[in-house]
């Protein structure tokens, strides 16, 4: 099974690296991770810091990446929340959040 896995795997590779300018065909959904987010932050934490920070994230059906995400966008909104369309925005998420915990 892996043996076939593997060749299909290679074939669709080398297929799509020789189509790689084909033009797209209508009806074709781009989508791009991260959408505008393109400036990745790196930060080292400890083993027991990951741990913990991995299980929160478990806790609350997310990534640790979109939840220390979710902590910065909340703590820069709460310290200037004069807009209050960004207001609204983190309220949702944060309900959204205690939700998750909550089920």
């Known amino acids: 099974m892996t043996d076939n896995l593997d060749a299909l795997l290679a074939a669709e ?3 799509a690296e020789n189509h ?4 797209i065909k209508p009806g074709t959904r781009i989508s791009r991770p991260g959408g505008a987010r393109a400036k990745v932050l790196s930060v080292r934490l400890t083993e027991a810091e990951a741990a913990a920070l991995e299980a929160a994230a478990d806790r609350a059906g997310s990534t640790p990446s979109a939840l220390v995400r979710d902590w910065i966008t909340d703590r820069l909104i709460s310290d200037d929340a004069t807009d209050p369309r960004e207001l609204a925005r983190a309220l949702e ?5 205690v939700e998750l915990l909550t089920a």
């Open 13 to 15: 590779a080398e297929h």
């Open 20 to 23: 790689k300018d084909a033009p």
């Open 93 to 97: 998420s944060i309900a959204h959040r």
